[in-house]
């Protein structure tokens, strides 16, 4: 039976080093009670602070700050729409030393080196060639997942699919009222590549094999948690050769009436 991690020591049993840029997607409630079971109370803060200490200074931390209201019609608040994306990236944007970019769908809360590169994106498209997304592919960024499966993080292989222009997927504007930093209110829009429904398609990410035979993929049992660490530039080879090779049938299934 594998011994207890302390949560704040996690970090240094994974492959992160000084300088990386690091993506963190999240379900902490596992890791939490493993904490209280063994005695630690968990403090998203602290587990936080253990990322940036392990990048440190030369090194970049987002966290995905996702929220989907503004495809509704909502208003999307800069300082005041709250993440939808797991209590740690709640947390981040607490924090004096993260700031949040600026799309209203796909936002992150940052840290570090690249922070202000990140703030002044103005990118239209969710998951374009101008996005965090691009950033991270082309800058070798590593994604972190904790305690939560592909199909319910991996969001990087929408990114693939716009690049490659998967025919079951097609670009959507989405119009609403946006609050800005200083209190602005304005009619914007902005747009995502989103599945076709029609079709029934539905995200299906079948492709982790691949990833672990292409190293683009590490995975750890850690305090009975699974964390899956991905090199998002060898992830994107992966994926796009599941489009060339496949058309794409790794990325997604297809719902049949009446299920």
Known sequence: MQDYIPYEKIVDYLDVAEEDILFVGSDITLLGLSAHYNG???DP??????????????????????????????????????????????????????????HPIYSYAVWGKDS??????DNISSFGDDSPFSYMRKNNAKMLIIGVPYDHSFTFMHHVE??????Y?????????????????SMRTYSMYVR????????????DEDMKKDGASLHYTINNVEFILI?????????????INNGGRGLY???????
Do not use: H
């Open 40 to 42: 630690e109370k968990f």
């Open 196 to 207: 076709n429904l029609e079709m029934g398609v539905i995200t299906q990410f079948k492709l």
């Open 253 to 259: 299934g297809i719902e049949k009436a009446g299920e």
């Open 116 to 121: 202000e590169k990140l703030y002044n994106m």
């Open 231 to 243: 090199d998002l530039s060898r992830a994107y080879e992966v994926i796009r050769r599941d489009i």
């Open 169 to 185: 997927r097609y670009m959507k504007d989405f119009t609403a009222y946006y609050v800005d930093g200083c209190g602005k209110r």
């Open 162 to 167: 716009e690049m490659e222009n998967v025919p």
């Open 45 to 102: 803060n602290k587990f936080i602070d253990s990322m940036i200490r392990k990048v440190g200074s030369g090194g970049t931390v987002l966290f995905p700050t996702y929220n989907w209201g503004f495809c509704k019609g909502e208003t999307f608040d800069y300082k005041n729409t709250v993440s939808k994306t797991g209590s740690l990236s709640v947390e981040a944007l607490k924090r004096k030393d993260f700031i949040r970019t600026k």
